[in-house]
Structure formats: structure tokens, C-alpha cells
């Protein structure tokens, strides 16, 4: 993580130096699995989740196209369906949950302003660790992979200042089976995200 940061500090100062606007940015939300990941044949599956973010815009004065650099730590826990069985199973109380871990790139298309608000499409892959945790009173197993995923989606940025507000909704995918039969298929998350100019 700490290499994550340099290279991303790296990164907005040598944009600096080249004329490219660097903003740094942080937000939330939620999440809402989809497909097999929310509830699968059996009715197993996982609940609605949060994540975190943070990230670095870098974007050339007078052009409608931003990158972006994302990190993300997102968790879901175990439906009450998943949760049911595995308590049958284990003859105590027990639950999963998953977490994803990781970085992208994304591309991000800004349409014209209406004002202050300026809405935007954008896209991506990423690297990401996912990660299915199974606790229960008698033991804890974890287990992680590390895939390649995408994203999509497209949101709004309401400017103040030399800062700005964004509401934006994505849709995220991992295409990967967990060994233990958890299967990451993908979510639909909202965010709430601030940022302000790292440079002029």
C-alpha cells in the first residue's frame, strides 16, 4: 500500500511538471450484489455492502477527458439464507463475507457544464483481491484471490471552488469462482465522493 501511495504521489507531481491538473479525491457508498453473488440457485448469496474509496483525477485544461487512478476496499456479508445453512452446518453460529481490494484505471468522458454540475461517463480494468472470509464460533477460514475486473458507470461532479462533490453509480465485475464456491460475479455500487485540486 505504501508503494501505491508513492507511485500515485510520484505520478501527480511529475503531471504537475507537464502542465496536467491533479486532483485528489475520497468517498463512499454502497453496494448491491448482482447475479449469482447476490443469491444463487439455492438462495445463497450476499447481502448489500459498503466500500471506500480513493483517488487521483489528472486532467489537461480545456479537454473533456479525465484518468483516473482508483483504490477500493468494498465488503459484503453473508444473506440470511447463507448464514442459515452454514449455522445448520457447523452446529453453531457462523456467517461469510467477501471483500475486494484493488486498483484501476479508468477513463472518464465530461459532457458540457449546466452550470456548476457537470455530468460524466466512465470505465475501466483493475487488479483487485478478492477476498471470502468464513467465521463461526469454533474457527475462522480466509481465503483470497487476485483477478483482473472492470468497471462502468457514470455520475455527476457539482464544482465549488477549487473543490467539487460527485454522485456516481458503477457497475463492477471480477470474473472469478472462489475455490469455496463463492461466486463473484458482479455489484452495482452508488458513491459519494469529494476532491480538491492538488494543482493549478
Known sequence: MTAIVSIVAAAAAAAAAQGIRTHVGV???????????????????FKSGWQGIGFVDFDVLR???VLRVNATYG???????LTADLTTRFGTSAEQ????????VNVMYAFGAVGPVTPYLLG?????SVGL???????????ALTKLGWDGGGGVRYGVGRAAVF???RYFKVARVLDEGAIITGRFSTSTAFRCNRSA
Open 133 to 143: 472470509t468464513e467465521t463461526s464460533s469454533v474457527s475462522t477460514r480466509d481465503t
Open 75 to 81: 465488503r459484503n456479508g453473508s444473506n440470511d439464507q
Open 124 to 128: 475501466g480494468i483493475g487488479i483487485y
Open 63 to 65: 479537454s473533456r477527458v
Open 97 to 104: 463475507h467477501t471483500r475486494v481490494l484493488g486498483g484501476s
Open 167 to 169: 454522485l456516481e453509480a
Open 27 to 45: 468517498g463512499g457508498g454502497l453496494t448491491a450484489p448482482r447475479g449469482d453473488y447476490q443469491s444463487d440457485v439455492t438462495g445463497e448469496g
